[in-house]
């Protein structure tokens, strides 16, 4: 089983970008999906972006062209690089497994505060 940790929140200016870090622990990372997920106060839980075990790469729409999702699967960490902040990405952002995702386990994720 994969164990997640979210890092790299913090506050920035419209426009700003941040890169969001989870790190893994776990022999299979390197075979595992990760998604990124975030919430925003009276919202509900919404993916943001896929990475899959062979490098491919899917967006919700309201991202494409200013977040990037990588992996670097010698630190077992998936990075999420996040371009042209909006105010409406301010949000707390989540990695996960498709797995845990279902199991509804969540870590304490990190939270993304954007200002306009």
């Known amino acids: 089983q994969v164990q997640l940790v979210e890092s790299g929140g913090g506050l920035v200016q419209a426009g700003g970008s941040l890169r969001l870090s989870c790190a893994a622990s776990?022999?299979?990372?390197?075979?595992?999906?990760i998604f990124w997920y975030r919430q925003a106060p009276g919202n509900q839980r919404e993916l943001v972006a896929r990475?899959?075990?062979?490098?491919?790469?899917s967006y919700v729409d309201s991202v494409k062209g200013r977040f990037t999702i990588s992996r670097d699967n010698a630190k077992n960490t998936v990075y999420l690089q996040m371009n042209s902040l909006k105010a409406e990405d301010t949000a707390v952002y989540y990695c996960n497994t498709p797995f845990g995702a279902l199991s509804n386990n969540w870590g304490q994720g990190t939270q993304v505060t954007v200002s306009s």
């Open positions: 990475i899959y075990s062979d490098g491919s790469t």
């Open positions: 776990g022999s299979i990372f390197s075979r595992s999906a």
